[in-house]
Nanobody, 115 residues
Framework: VQLVESGGGLVQPGGSLRLSCLAS????????RRWYRQAPEKERELVAS????????KYGDSVKGRFTISRDNAKNTVYLQMSSLKPEDTAVYYC?????????WGQGTQVTVSS
């Protein structure tokens, strides 16, 4: 079982990035998928979540209206489209897959928002 994030990098304030998280080794479609982030010296926070069928999406207050989570079950991939990025969005972003007692994490991808 593996989750691999990609798409992080350095972007200027106001810019956009799209993160991807490819899952392998398990049946992806039944899992709720989430993106978390952790900035230096801060606790990990939930950024966004999407249910197995994509019918329900939730966002942290700090990213509402700027970030969009989506999934493609055929590709075993979840995405996080990030727009209007701010310096305070700088963090390591982690994807998560959870179904009942099964809970998997990726290694994280760094997003840095700076001019």
């Amino acid at each position: 079982v593996q989750l691999v994030e990609s798409g992080g990098g350095l972007v200027q304030p106001g810019g956009s990035l799209r993160l991807s998280c490819l899952a392998s080794g398990f049946t992806f479609s039944s899992y709720t998928r989430r993106w978390y982030r952790q900035a230096p010296e801060k606790e990990r926070e939930l950024v966004a979540s999407i249910t197995s069928g994509g019918g329900s999406r939730k966002y942290g207050d700090s990213v509402k209206g700027r970030f969009t989570i989506s999934r493609d079950n055929a590709k075993n991939t979840v995405y996080l489209q990030m727009s209007s990025l701010k310096p305070e969005d700088t963090a390591v972003y982690y994807c998560n897959a959870q179904f009942r007692e099964y809970d998997y994490w990726g290694q994280g991808t760094q997003v840095t928002v700076s001019s």
